[in-house]
C-alpha cells in the first residue's frame, strides 16, 4: 500500500504534477504528502539567506499546486548535500514512494555531474517514481509492467494491479522480453499467463506483450508503442546490508537495466524495489 508519499520538489513543477495524477487514482486518494526542497550549502552566509527564502517560496508554490487536503501535506525545507537529505526525511517518514525529477543522465555522467536522483536510487531501497525533465504527465489509465519470473517483477505486477484495481477505463500492458518461446501468443507465455490470471481475480483489464531482442531498448519501445502512461520496473536492491549507506560505483558503471530504462523511457518510471537474497 501507498500511505505515505515523499514528493523532492526543485522548482520546475513536474513532480507536483506527478503527484496530482497519482492522487487522482482511488488506491492512493488517502495517501499524506510530504513536500521536500534541499538547499545545498553556500560559502557566503549571505548567499544562504537568499537560498533559503527561495526555498521557500519553491516549497510554498509546490504545497499550493497539489490537489490534497492540506492537512495531509508536510512541507519540509532542508538545509544540506539532497542526495543525502533525500534519503533520510524518506527514512524519518517511512515513505512508501519517492517521488524525483530526473535529468536522464547516463551512469556516468550521472557519476560526474552529482545526480541526485541516481544516488537516491542507489542508498534507498524504497519505490521511486522518476520524471524526466522533458516527461510530459498524463493521466494514468494504462500502465505497463516489464514482466519476468524475478521476485522484483511480481513486485511492480503487485504494485501495478494495487493502482490499477479501482481505475475506470483502466488498463495494465504485461511486457516479456525474450520468452523461453518467442513463438508462442503473447498470452501463452507462461510468466505472462500466470500475471493475466492475477489481473483477472482483480478484475483489472490486461494487454499481453512479447518481444524478443535488448530488454531495455524493447521495454522502452513497448511503453512507447502502448502509449503508457506509466511503466512500472522491478530492480532489486543488490547492496548488502553492511554497504547500505556506502555508493556501489561497480554497479553505476555497470550494466543497469534500470537505468538504462530510466535513461531512455518517454513515460514516468516507477522502480519496485525488493531486497535481494
Same mark, same amino acid.
Given at each position: ?17 506527478? &503527484? ?7 488506491? $492512493? ?17 549571505? #548567499?544562504?539567506?537568499?537560498?533559503? @527564502? @527561495? ?20 512541507? +519540509?525545507?532542508?538545509?544540506?548535500? !539532497? ?12 515513505? /512508501? ?13 550521472? $557519476? ?6 541516481? *544516488? ?12 524526466? #525533465?522533458? %516527461? *510530459? ?20 505486477? /503487485?504494485?501495478?494491479? *494495487? ?18 518461446? !518467442?513463438?508462442? +501468443?503473447?498470452?501463452?507465455? !507462461?510468466?505472462?499467463?500466470?500475471? &493475466? ?7 483489472? #483489464? ?19 508503442? %502502448?502509449?503508457? #502512461? ?16 556506502? $555508493? ?10 534500470? /537505468? *538504462? ?11 519496485? +524495489? %525488493?531486497?535481494?537474497?
Amino acid at each position: 500500500m501507498i500511505e505515505k508519499i515523499l514528493v523532492a520538489v526543485a522548482g520546475r513543477g513536474l513532480c507536483e504534477e506527478m &503527484a496530482n495524477q497519482l492522487l487522482d487514482i482511488p488506491a $492512493i486518494q488517502r495517501a499524506s504528502i510530504t513536500v521536500l526542497h534541499v538547499v545545498p550549502p553556500q560559502i557566503v552566509a549571505e #548567499d544562504m539567506a537568499g537560498k533559503l @527564502e @527561495e526555498g521557500g517560496k519553491i516549497l510554498a508554490e509546490a504545497v499550493k499546486t497539489l490537489n490534497v487536503d492540506p492537512s495531509k501535506v508536510n512541507p +519540509r525545507l532542508k538545509q544540506g548535500d !539532497p542526495k543525502t537529505i533525500v534519503c533520510e526525511v524518506a527514512d524519518e517518514e517511512n515513505a /512508501d514512494l519517492i517521488i524525483m525529477g530526473s535529468r536522464a543522465l547516463g551512469r556516468l555522467r550521472s $557519476i560526474l555531474e552529482n545526480s541526485v536522483s541516481q *544516488y537516491v536510487f542507489q542508498l534507498s531501497g524504497r519505490p521511486m517514481l522518476l520524471v524526466k #525533465d522533458d %516527461t *510530459y504527465v498524463k493521466k494514468i489509465k494504462r500502465v505497463m509492467v516489464a514482466m519476468n519470473k524475478s521476485q522484483s517483477a511480481q513486485k511492480g505486477l /503487485d504494485l501495478a494491479l *494495487y493502482l490499477m484495481r479501482d481505475v475506470k477505463g483502466g488498463q495494465i500492458v504485461l511486457a516479456h522480453v525474450n520468452p523461453a518461446d !518467442p513463438n508462442a +501468443r503473447p498470452e501463452d507465455d !507462461p510468466v505472462l499467463a500466470a500475471a &493475466a490470471n492475477e489481473a483477472k481475480k482483480m478484475g483489472v #483489464d490486461y494487454r499481453c506483450v512479447t518481444s524478443k531482442g535488448k530488454a531495455g531498448e524493447e521495454i522502452c519501445r513497448i511503453a512507447d508503442e %502502448t502509449n503508457a #502512461d506509466l511503466l512500472i520496473l522491478g530492480s532489486p536492491d543488490r547492496r548488502p546490508s553492511v554497504a547500505k549507506n556506502l $555508493i556501489d560505483l561497480d554497479r553505476l558503471l555497470s550494466q543497469s537495466l534500470s /537505468d *538504462y530504462v530510466r535513461v531512455n523511457a518517454e513515460c514516468p518510471v516507477l522502480l519496485a +524495489r %525488493t531486497p535481494e537474497a
